[in-house]
């Protein structure tokens, strides 16, 4: 799996949106990127995942460069239950290819 | 969606001891489920790769007659803890590919405490 480069911490006030940025510049042509959160004592939890183009669900929006190199992950209203470690991964979707986790944005939600 | 269900939660065991711990899929079948180990403060760390039917796979540095995983089925993998000693305390979480395409679903995460 290519390497991401992550800011250890981030704050965000309740209700603004958080953005999350990911840096994976050797990321190959076959490789998704994705992202999870894990809540303190809890498993991770997947959010969201796109190739190249940008991604929105329920929990999320994902906006990938062109060239591919980084990634934001947009929350768009932060509440407090949104304070967690991010992870961002990247990987091919190959069944059973391992994720490996990096060390996360810590992101802390404040009133 | 996909839910791997991960008991127990919590132990807390003698040193010297073995623990047990067990990860289901509850609506998919995982031929492939990974255990991952967490030290507080720190990120998760893969241990092992657990196949259906077949032995895992571990990573550098696990001691494989230490953390034994039995996947005998395509619903339950476990993660057997032998001899447990104090250094052995830590957050186990396993996962398994569930909707296919959208990443790997996690447990809940064990925490062991060896006293």
């Known amino acids: 799996d290519a390497k991401t480069t992550q800011p250890t911490s981030m704050d965000c006030a309740e209700g603004r949106a958080a953005n999350l940025p990911c840096n994976h510049s050797?990321?190959?042509?076959?490789?998704?990127v994705y992202w999870y959160r894990q809540i303190h004592s809890q498993g991770p939890q997947y959010i969201i995942h796109?190739?190249?183009n940008n991604e929105t669900n329920e929990m999320a929006s994902l906006i990938i460069t062109e060239d591919r190199k980084s990634s934001t992950l947009i929350l768009p209203h932060a509440t407090l239950r949104d304070t967690a470690v991010y992870y961002c991964?990247?990987?091919?979707?190959?069944?059973?290819?391992?994720?490996?986790f990096g060390g996360g944005t810590r992101l802390m939600v404040k009133p | 969606g996909a839910v791997v269900s991960q008991h127990p939660s919590w132990v807390i065991c003698k040193s010297g001891t073995s623990v047990k711990i067990e990860c289901r899929s509850l609506?998919?079948?995982?031929?492939?489920m990974f255990w991952y180990r967490q030290f507080p403060k720190q990120s998760l760390m893969l241990m092992a790769t657990?196949?259906?039917?077949?032995?895992?796979?571990?990573e550098q540095g696990v001691e494989k007659d230490k953390f034994l995983i039995n996947h005998a089925s395509l619903t339950l993998s476990t993660l057997t803890v032998t001899s447990a000693h104090p250094e052995d305390s830590s957050f186990y979480i396993c996962s398994g590919e569930g909707r296919s395409g959208y990443g790997y679903t996690f447990g809940s995460g064990t925490r062991l405490t060896v006293v």
């Open positions: 657990s196949n259906e039917g077949s032995k895992a796979t571990y």
């Open positions: 609506d998919f079948q995982a031929t492939t």
């Open positions: 050797t990321i190959s042509g076959n490789e998704y």
């Open positions: 796109g190739l190249k």
């Open positions: 991964i990247v990987t091919n979707n190959n069944a059973g290819n391992m994720l490996t």
